[in-house]
T-cell receptor, first 114, second 108 residues
Framework: DAGVIQSPRHEVTEMGQEVTLRCKPI?????LFWYRQTMMRGLELLIY????????DSGMPEDRFSAKMPNASFSTLKIQPSEPRDSAVYFC????????????FGPGTRLTVT | KNEVEQSPQNLTAQEGEFITINCSYS?????LHWLQQHPGGGIVSLFM???GKKKHGRLIATINIQEKHSSLHITASHPRDSAVYIC??????????FGTGTLLAVQP
């Protein structure tokens, strides 16, 4: 398997623009996670899905952020409108369902909002 | 208050030294994950353990459930081990609670 695939790897955009990050989980994994990593706050869980259903979105910072998982092989994280404080590395990870399973991380998307 | 505490935050070692990174966690966490992140790089899962000990090459992870404590050991450390090591606790849900990470620098 190719592992968790994320695109784009780098995104530079201007404040106010819409940003869409994409993730393809490992085939057979039915849990998907979106994380944000910054120097100040470290790794934070934004939202996670089990079997394509959002289970916990309490980490989503505000209404500007939304995430979807229309099928088992694709998820998006959208920021609209983007702000400079959204600049971070966004990781997607997938696993089998259950806390005893390892999570496999994608390479991340480095987002810069100017 | 973070439910997962790591120490030390920073660690510098000489090549060949034995390294230990510690992680303490709170009630409700049933499994402990150790992750590795190289500078500017992705995150790799090293271990997941809910009891006992696991070994992979020069890396050893242990967990003491009664004391709610886990350690990551690196034997015969090498400069390529330089990275951030993160412990994360998992509980009844899939959510992971992350420690703040340990920045390890192994000098030749």
């Amino acid at each position: 398997d190719a592992g968790v695939i994320q695109s784009p790897r780098h995104e530079v955009t201007e404040m106010g623009q819409e940003v869409t990050l994409r993730c393809k989980p490992i085939s057979g994994h039915n849990s998907l996670f979106w994380y944000r990593q910054t120097m100040m706050r470290g790794l934070e869980l934004l939202i996670y899905f089990n079997n394509n259903v959002p289970i916990d979105d309490s980490g989503m910072p505000e209404d500007r952020f939304s995430a979807k998982m229309p099928n088992a092989s694709f998820s998006t994280l959208k920021i609209q409108p983007s702000e400079p404080r959204d600049s971070a590395v966004y990781f997607c990870a997938s696993s089998q369902t259950g806390f005893i399973y390892e999570q496999y991380f994608g390479p991340g998307t480095r987002l810069t909002v100017t | 208050k973070n439910e997962v505490e790591q120490s030390p935050q920073n660690l510098t070692a000489q090549e060949g030294e034995f390294i230990t990174i510690n992680c303490s966690y709170s009630v409700g966490i049933s499994a402990l994950h150790w992750l590795q992140q190289h500078p500017g790089g992705g995150i790799v899962s090293l271990f997941m353990l809910s009891s006992g000990k696991k070994k992979h090459g020069r890396l050893i992870a242990t967990i003491n459930i009664q004391e709610k404590h886990s350690s990551l050991h690196i034997t015969a450390s090498h400069p390529r081990d330089s990275a951030v090591y993160i412990c994360a606790g998992g509980g009844a849900t899939n959510k992971l609670i992350f420690g703040t990470g340990t920045l390890l620098a192994v000098q030749p």
